[in-house]
Nanobody, 119 residues
Framework: QVQLVESGGALVQAGGSLRLSCAAS????????MGWYRQAPGKQRELVAS???????NYADSVKGRFTISRDNAKNTVYLQMNSLKPEDTAVYYC?????????????WGQGTQVTVSS
């Protein structure tokens, strides 16, 4: 059974920092592209950042220079370090594990963690 468990969401003031964690189980973690997505009220879910099995990273333009994604394969965990937070970063943040390149269905989501940035 695949589980992705996010943690680290909180209420923080603008300009502050948070680190989100996502612990994975039930998958061969090192093979998966891991991603962080977010969804604000009334908006579609959007990609924030991703990191491949080879540690190649990709970021949304809105977070470049402020957020950093990283992974620890020994701990089956992916992180999202968020600095210089803005009120527009307020959203539910979801962890995603993707290996659909080897077959459909190899895509999993966590339950989400709330990040609220106050102005």
């Amino acid at each position: 059974q695949v589980q992705l468990v996010e943690s680290g969401g909180a209420l923080v003031q603008a300009g502050g920092s948070l680190r989100l964690s996502c612990a994975a189980s039930g998958i061969i973690f090192r093979d998966y592209t891991m991603g962080w997505y977010r969804q604000a009220p009334g908006k579609q879910r959007e990609l924030v950042a991703s990191i491949t099995s080879r540690r190649s990273t990709n970021y949304a333009d809105s977070v470049k220079g402020r957020f950093t994604i990283s992974r620890d394969n020994a701990k089956n965990t992916v992180y999202l370090q968020m600095n210089s937070l803005k009120p527009e970063d307020t959203a539910v943040y979801y962890c995603n594990a993707d290996l659909t390149r080897v077959g459909p269905g190899n895509n999993y989501w966590g339950q989400g963690t709330q990040v609220t940035v106050s102005s």
